[in-house]
Every structure is written in structure tokens, then in C-alpha cells.
């Protein structure tokens, strides 16, 4: 009998009444040793429970492996969350949207462009059995039968809102039960429209998600199951941003009178989220409704917590409500966490991105990145065009999802897959000109139809109607930090073959320094060069820049990049993820436990150019201006 059993009404735990007082926190988004710092500031706001989901695609980057170490480290994070006296509520997917790079689903499984995702396709949930035979063995002395913290476990994610094929639901109940998973079973969906009838499962425990309305929601939820414990799985009291859009709140009295009038009703409640983090590295999901929008950097989600850690208005005001419906700890709640003083960060040297160290696989037509077998970051492609003149690049089936286009190095144009551009004006100055396609893969689609949609170059192009062919195209190994005294620079006698004037926004204009220059005339594994920043610069990108500063005592900060333009940053070989002076994030988040007492490194991939030689270390986020 599992732990966690139900009544007609409720819930009990080991025999005795309970109401489970759940909050979201991804172990992926918050830096490991920040963990139990974040555990016991959920107890302290009188959450009993916490919960998080599981992400496939980076536990599982290849088939047949399995990661759990570092920020992956789940046994850790539930031995931290069983020392806090809190339960867990594990939702392994295997999809789980999260606003997640592809819904947590692998790049792998798309290799086949005939598998029906989220099916019950053999080619699929044969895939999930082989990753749930490698995850589940490790984590089963977690589960409360076994004397451990988690209480019960989702199947999929918000089905209902993507399909009704109960077979597979059924499929991966099974998948869970007859490998040892005890505990009780759960399911979450919308309460509009279809999504509890087609995403739920006898047997199951139907469960809702929602962030207001919240009579109507337990209505429609108490409707489609008329006896069980009425539970919100998701209460949303914020929201998730993207690029180019505004930074999302919920204003914390409405929020938290919300949560008021959901435990009145006698409803346990998942606080989503409860500690947001961040999305670091190239871990952010996208949307495509009407157009393709990626997610930001941070994932603050306007939560309790802040993204670093500190308590906000909705914890101070949510700590409320919960002790007018269950005992709250009598003790102090956490001041906010030291920050760094600010700090100006002086970037002394630059290595050109273009050309690329290592070899490229030829092919007739540009290979996408999944044919090329990369999960994430940059693709670049190289050509010549036969024929000089002015006309029309067109890029058959668009890009995926970002491409910056130049022609013997100068930048010629910039196509976005937001904005479904497929066609770029050029000017081929000479026969036999240089054309590189350099091409960022902005977040794979977490919700909806277009998961599993390719990343790269995504078709042929062509020239004035011609075809270009024999493409010389290079994965870019950049999911680890480039080592300062390796990144690839043109040989130390040809001109930086991207030089120019800044660039800003998504300006495409720039002046190259030669047009003729072989840029590859390097061999591959040469020793490279980092050309000194001179005093006052503006150059064009993109290209890798370092510097380094002094800490006394590691703390947390913000990355702030005024005079860039768009990339991505580490610290201390840590990749803190994508910033963009499109905004709205204006800062990315520095975890304290990245920096060490002395010198530490800087290291930006510009992708356009800046009009500064600084970076800045702050005390205070900038996540943008709130709208709608």
C-alpha cells in the first residue's frame, strides 16, 4: 500500500489526515550547493512538500547513458529534501514543458522524422522503457515505500492539452509500476475544455492546474472526478518570459488571495513555482502559437523566491495565508543573501568564432543540426557563390533558428525563424565569394505541435535561383566553456575576417577589414592567438572575449552587459546562459557558490559586437520592465 493513500475528500499519509503544501523547485535550475538553502526556506514559509520534475534530455543526452551528477545529482537533492523534513512529488515525464529546451524530450528521439512523440509509437515508449530502466533503479530507495521522501509520482505532463491516446497513458503507468514505483500515481491537466477527460486515466488521481478562477476550476475538476482529494498541481503565481516581450508579475496580495480561497476549499496545492532559477547554458524552451518566441535566460518566474534565493513579497505574503490553515515553523524567515559588491570586469582579450577549429562534414546541402547529432548551440556553414551580383538569398524552409549571414566576411544580414524569414538582399561582390551562415539554436519547442522540430539550416539555398551547394558544415563544440588559451583565431597573419564596425540591436551593416583573406588558411589544431583589446574599440563579431576579476569573498551577483549585444557568458568555466539587449533581461544571475576567493574569469561569446570593453558585476537584478 502506497504512503500517500486517498479518501472520497482527502488525503492520508501513513494512516493519518494530510494535506500536501507543495512548492516547484527544479534541482536542474539551481546551483546544487544552493540546494539546501532553498529547502529550508520552503519549510520555513510552511510548505511540507516539495516538487520537481525530471529532465530526459539532459539525464539522457545520449541513448543507453544516464547523468546524475552535478546539477543532475537527484539522489543528492532528495537526501537534502529528507533532511529538511519535506516530501517530494517526482514528475518524470517523459515530457514535462517546464518552458524546458523541447519539453525535456531528447534531440535523439527526432533522429527518426517518423516517430510520433508522446504516442503510443513503439518507436517512442520503446525509448522510454529504455531510459526508465536506467533512471528508475537509483531513485527507488527515495521512494516513502522504501523509507524515503517521495510520497507519489506524475504520469506525463498536462496530456490532455496535446492528445487522447489513453493506450500510452496506460503504457506509462505500467512502465512506472512494473519497475518497483509503489507510490501513488497522479496525473495533471488544464480544467478547460477537454484536457481532464483526455489526459486522465482510471485509477489515477486527476489532478488540475490553474492560477485563478479557482471555484471554477475545482468545479470542472470535482465534475471529472466526482470523489478524491481536490488537488491544484500547478497554482500559477507568475509567469515565464521571452525575448523581445515584457517581464511578467502577479501582484502578490491577488496572488496570495488566491491561495486563500484554494485551502479554504479544503484543496492541496503545488505552488508553481515556488523557486523558479534559472534556465543556464542553452536549457531554455520556446513557444510557437502564432510565431516562434523563446524563453529568457531566467526562469524568476516572480516567485516567493527570487532567483537568487531571496524571499519576496509572495513568500512573506503566501507564509500568511498558510498559517491561517496549518502550523507554520516559529522561526525567523532568512534575510536576504549577501550580494557582491559591484564589480567592473575589464575584457583584455578576443579570439575570433569564425573559423572554427576541426574538421566539417561535407555535404551537398546544408545538414541540420540533428542530422549533424547537436542538442544545442551553434551551427556553422560554409560555401562560395559562382556568380557576383545583387539578388535574393532564399533559405528553403527557413532557419532554425537564428542565422547570421556573411559574405567574405563583412555581415550581410540577419534571418530570424520568429519573423518566418526565409529570404535575405545581398551583395556578392565577386565570384567564388565567401559565404558563412553562422546559425543559434534559440530553444527547441516545450508545448504544442512543433516539438521535435529540427534546429540549423533546415533546406537548400539558393542564389538568384540557383542552388548553392558543397557545404562545408561545422557543429560547434560550445556546451563547455571555451578554454581562454585554446579558442580558435585566424592565423596570426590574416586579417580578423569578421573586423568591422559595432553593430548593434539586430543591425546588419559592418565594414570588413579584407575581403579576400582565406580565413581557414590556419590549419586545424595550430596554436591560436588572443589579439589584446585595445583602450577605446568597437569591433564587430562574433567572437570570444576574457577577462578576469577579483573576489574576496564569493557571493552572489548579476551580470550586466550594457554596450554588448547578444551571446552567451561563463564564469569560472560555469555557463550562465544567453543574455540579448533585446530584452527584457537585462541581467543574468551569478550563483555564488561559481566564484572563488581570488582571480576568477570572464568569458562572453559576442555574436555582433559592443562598444565597450567592460562587463559589470551588480548587486541587483534587472529582469525588465513588467507588462501585461
Known amino acids: 500500500m502506497p504512503a500517500l493513500a486517498t479518501t472520497s475528500d482527502g488525503f492520508l499519509l501513513h494512516g493519518d489526515p494530510f494535506r500536501i503544501l507543495s512548492g516547484a523547485m527544479h534541482y536542474f535550475r539551481v546551483h546544487p550547493d544552493q540546494w539546501a538553502d532553498r529547502l529550508r526556506k520552503a519549510r520555513l514559509m510552511g510548505l511540507n512538500t516539495v516538487e520537481t520534475y525530471l529532465p530526459w534530455n539532459l539525464h539522457q543526452p545520449e541513448p543507453g547513458t544516464l547523468v546524475l551528477d552535478g546539477l543532475l545529482d537527484l539522489p543528492r537533492f532528495l537526501r537534502l529534501a529528507a533532511d529538511e523534513g519535506l516530501h517530494v512529488l517526482l514528475r518524470p515525464g ?22 510520433r512523440l508522446r504516442t503510443s509509437d513503439p518507436r517512442f515508449t520503446d525509448a522510454v522503457d529504455r531510459y526508465l530502466d536506467l533512471l528508475l533503479p537509483p531513485l527507488l530507495p527515495y521512494m516513502a515505500a522504501s523509507g524515503g521522501p517521495v510520497i507519489a509520482v506524475q504520469v506525463e505532463n498536462e496530456y490532455g492539452a496535446y492528445g487522447d491516446d489513453v493506450a500510452y497513458l496506460k503504457h506509462i503507468e505500467h512502465a512506472l509500476r512494473s519497475r518497483g514505483v509503489e507510490e501513488l500515481l497522479f496525473t495533471c491537466d488544464q480544467t478547460a475544455g477537454d484536457h481532464l477527460r483526455n489526459g486522465t486515466l482510471p485509477g489515477v488521481l486527476a489532478t488540475g492546474t490553474f492560477g485563478s478562477r479557482v471555484e471554477e476550476s475545482l468545479r470542472r475538476l470535482r465534475e471529472a472526478q466526482p470523489e478524491g482529494p481536490l488537488m491544484c498541481s500547478e497554482f500559477w503565481i507568475g509567469w515565464f518570459d521571452h525575448w523581445g516581450g515584457p517581464h511578467h508579475g502577479r501582484d502578490a496580495e491577488d496572488a ?73 515553523p516559529d522561526e525567523p524567515v532568512p534575510a536576504p543573501s549577501p550580494k557582491l559588491p559591484p564589480t567592473t570586469v575589464r575584457l583584455t582579450h578576443r579570439s575570433p568564432l569564425i573559423p572554427p577549429a576541426g574538421r566539417p562534414v561535407r555535404a ?52 530570424e525563424r520568429e519573423r518566418y524569414e526565409e529570404t535575405l538582399p545581398v551583395h556578392v561582390p565577386r565570384a567564388g565569394a565567401v559565404l558563412d551562415v553562422l546559425v543559434e539554436n534559440m530553444g527547441r519547442v516545450n508545448y504544442g505541435p512543433r516539438i521535435g522540430v529540427p534546429k540549423g539550416l533546415l533546406g537548400p539555398v539558393t542564389f538568384l535561383g540557383r542552388p548553392l551547394q558543397d557545404w562545408d558544415c561545422h557543429a560547434l563544440p560550445l556546451d563547455d566553456a571555451p578554454s581562454v588559451t585554446t579558442l580558435t583565431a585566424p592565423h596570426p597573419t590574416a586579417p580578423h575576417p569578421t573586423s568591422g564596425t559595432a553593430t548593434s540591436g539586430t543591425a546588419t551593416s ?35 572575449h576574457h577577462g578576469t576579476f577579483d573576489v574576496s569573498t564569493p557571493a552572489d551577483a548579476f551580470l550586466s552587459l550594457p554596450g554588448w549585444t547578444k551571446g552567451q557568458a561563463w564564469i569560472n568555466g560555469f555557463h550562465l546562459g544567453r543574455y540579448w539587449n533585446r530584452g527584457p ?16 574569469d570572464l568569458v562572453l561569446l559576442e555574436l555582433h559586437g559592443a562598444t565597450t570593453s567592460e562587463a559589470r558585476l551588480t548587486d541587483v537584478p534587472d529582469l525588465g520592465p513588467t507588462g501585461p
Not at 94 to 115: N, S
Not at 378 to 404: I, S, W
Open 94 to 115: 517523459p515530457f514535462i514543458c517546464a518552458e524546458w529546451d523541447g519539453g525535456g524530450l531528447p534531440h535523439w528521439l527526432t533522429t527518426d522524422p517518423d516517430i
Open 585 to 600: 533581461q537585462r541581467t543574468l544571475y551569478v550563483p555564488g557558490p561559481v566564484l572563488r576567493r581570488g582571480a576568477n
Open 256 to 328: 496570495a488571495a488566491d491561495l486563500d480561497r484554494l485551502l479554504s476549499a479544503g484543496a492541496s496545492v503545488n505552488i508553481y513555482m515556488f523557486h523558479g532559477g534559472t534556465n543556464f547554458g542553452y536549457t531554455n524552451g520556446a513557444n510557437h502559437h502564432h510565431a516562434y518566441v523563446p524563453t529568457v535566460t531566467s526562469y524568476d518566474y516572480d516567485a516567493p523566491l527570487t532567483e537568487s534565493g531571496d524571499p519576496g513579497p509572495k513568500y512573506h505574503a503566501f507564509r500568511e495565508v498558510i498559517a491561517r490553515h496549518a502550523p507554520v
Open 510 to 544: 559592418g565594414t570588413a577589414t579584407s575581403g579576400t583573406a582565406d580565413p581557414e588558411s590556419a590549419p586545424p589544431g595550430s596554436p591560436t592567438s588572443r589579439i589584446p583589446v585595445p583602450e577605446a574599440f568597437a569591433f564587430a563579431g562574433p567572437a570570444f
Open 364 to 415: 551537398k546541402d546544408p545538414l541540420s543540426a540533428d542530422d549533424m547529432g547537436r542538442r544545442s548551440g551553434y551551427m556553422l556553414y560554409r560555401t562560395t557563390v559562382p556568380t557576383p551580383g545583387d539578388g535574393l538569398l532564399h533559405f528553403a524552409g527557413g532557419v532554425g533558428d537564428r542565422a547570421q549571414v556573411f559574405l567574405d566576411g563583412a555581415p550581410a544580414g540577419v534571418l
